[in-house]
């Protein structure tokens, strides 16, 4: 199983940018789809964008243009580039591994990390 830890979250204003990061340890990294998902208050939790083994991505719609998903093998680590940060983004952000046929995560929650965009 893998063990996943998120970090780079922040207070930003609109129209800034933030690169959260996500560590991972325990089982073959490379091997897995990761996924961001985020959590605003009230809402459910919702997919922003996934990456498979191979490099293949898929992004919510709002947020196409905007955010980037990349990974790097070697380092064990996801990472999500956001641009253009909207009050709408504000959410608790979270990776995790993930099935491709429809991103559903597949392991355990970490933390988390906040981001907050707000003037």
């Known amino acids: 199983q893998v063990q996943l830890v998120e970090s780079g979250g922040g207070l930003v204003q609109p129209g800034g940018s933030l690169r959260l990061s996500c560590a991972a340890s325990?089982?073959?990294?490379?091997?897995?789809?990761m996924g961001w998902y985020r959590q605003a208050p009230g809402k459910q939790r919702e997919l922003v964008a996934g990456?498979?083994?191979?490099?293949?991505?898929n992004y919510k719609d709002s947020v196409k243009g905007r955010f980037t998903i990349s990974r790097d093998n070697a380092k064990r680590t996801v990472y999500l580039q956001m641009n253009s940060l909207k009050p709408e983004d504000t959410a608790v952000y979270y990776c995790n591994t993930a099935n491709p046929a429809g991103w559903r995560p597949s392991g355990s929650w970490g933390q988390g990390t906040q981001v907050t965009v707000s003037s």
């Open positions: 325990g089982s073959i990294f490379s091997i897995n789809a």
């Open positions: 990456i498979t083994s191979s490099g293949n991505t």
